[in-house]
């Protein structure tokens, strides 16, 4: 059974920085993509970032050159580096290995 497991989420000022970590079981994760989404109060789940097994990155529109995705495959580890938070990056943030959804840590940014 795969496990994704997400923890580095909590409250932090805006402005701050903040680094999100995945670690996913299976050694099918090594060669798949793995993503965050969030999901902000009353709103969609929305595509933060992605990286593919070779390291291709891709960004949403709102977090571009703020926020940085990075993986490690001897570890099937995926982090998330959050720079100049804004009160609008609150929510819950989730991981993706491959197809597995991960339980979703909470981020809170104060103003």
């Known amino acids: 059974q795969v496990r994704v497991v997400e923890s580095g989420g909590g409250l932090v000022q805006a402005g701050g920085s903040l680094t999100l970590s995945c670690a996913a079981s299976?050694?099918?994760?090594?060669?798949?993509?793995m993503a965050w989404f969030r999901q902000a109060p009353g709103e969609q789940r929305e595509l933060v970032a992605l990286?593919?097994?070779?390291?291709?990155?891709n960004y949403g529109d709102s977090v571009k050159g703020r926020f940085t995705i990075s993986r490690d495959g001897a570890k099937n580890a995926v982090y998330l580096q959050m720079k100049n938070r804004e009160p609008e990056d609150t929510g819950i943030y989730y991981c993706?290995?491959?197809?597995?959804w991960g339980q979703g840590t909470q981020v809170t940014v104060s103003s």
């Open positions: 993706v290995a491959a197809r597995y």
């Open positions: 299976g050694s099918f994760v090594r060669n798949s993509p």
């Open positions: 990286i593919t097994g070779g390291g291709v990155t």
